[in-house]
T-cell receptor, first 116, second 115 residues
Framework: AQKVTQAQTEISVVEKEDVTLDCVYETRDTTYYLFWYKQPPSGELVFLIRRNSFDEQNEISGRYSWNFQKSTSSFNFTITASQVVDSAVYFCALRGGAGGYNKLIFGAGTRLAVHP | EPEVTQTPSHQVTQMGQEVILRCVPISNHLYFYWYRQILGQKVEFLVSFYNNEISEKSEIFDDQFSVERPDGSNFTLKIRSTKLEDSAMYFC?????????????FGAGTRLSVL
């Protein structure tokens, strides 16, 4: 079975703090993809990053960084120097297998509130 | 930048009525999906569609649901006889054929309220 666990339901930080959102996944597939999506208060789902199971290189994009560790089945997301605009629900998702049409399995999401 | 477009943004209907949610996927994408999100809960997969047929469907996607690509641009989700528990945000997504570009891009969603 495939599963994504985001244990942190809600996180509250003050602007400029660093914050890490945890994601742990389960899959038996050897080929799989991991994603992060952002859902701002307006409700849409915004793609942030995709990682495949063969690429454990960490990635940095501006204030965002992602740490993928197969040994612990984790794909954590860190926001450096958080801003109020980062307030949103963040979803980690898993797509198993190599099939192009395979579904995304979402975690329950972590609601991040960044206060001025 | 190309985007997935969903209409309407909000649909209110009476229990037992049929609704059709519409989506215009990104133009060169060939895989299409519907997901739903009950208020405050996780996003759940409903169905995937490729080459004019359903590729996979979840347990949620029962006989009351159907999908169609009536022309070259639209992708629709029909709920034949809505129930109160169908109230949710419904997201359409699309992705490209190439594995390297296989990211699912989502529309802004249609909020369905069944009264």
């Amino acid at each position: 079975a495939q599963k994504v666990t985001q244990a942190q339901t809600e996180i509250s930080v003050v602007e400029k703090e660093d914050v890490t959102l945890d994601c742990v996944y389960e899959t038996r597939d050897t080929t799989y993809y991991l994603f992060w999506y952002k859902q701002p208060p307006s409700g849409e789902l915004v793609f942030l990053i995709r990682r495949n199971s063969f690429d454990e290189q960490n990635e940095i994009s501006g204030r965002y960084s992602w740490n993928f560790q197969k040994s612990t089945s984790s794909f954590n997301f860190t926001i450096t120097a958080s801003q109020v605009v980062d307030s949103a629900v963040y979803f980690c998702a898993l797509r198993g297998g190599a099939g192009g049409y395979n579904k995304l399995i979402f975690g329950a999401g972590t609601r991040l509130a960044v206060h001025p | 930048e190309p985007e997935v477009t969903q209409t309407p943004s909000h649909q209110v209907t009476q229990m037992g009525q049929e609704v059709i949610l519409r989506c215009v996927p990104i133009s060169n994408h060939l895989y299409f999906y519907w997901y739903r999100q009950i208020l405050g809960q996780k996003v759940e997969f409903l169905v995937s569609f490729y080459n004019n047929e359903i590729s996979e469907k979840s347990e949620i996607f029962d006989d009351q649901f159907s999908v169609e690509r009536p022309d070259g641009s639209n992708f629709t989700l029909k709920i034949r006889s809505t129930k109160l528990e169908d109230s949710a945000m419904y997201f359409c997504a699309s992705s490209a054929l190439e594995q390297a570009k296989n990211i699912q891009y989502f529309g802004a969603g249609t909020r369905l309220s069944v009264l």
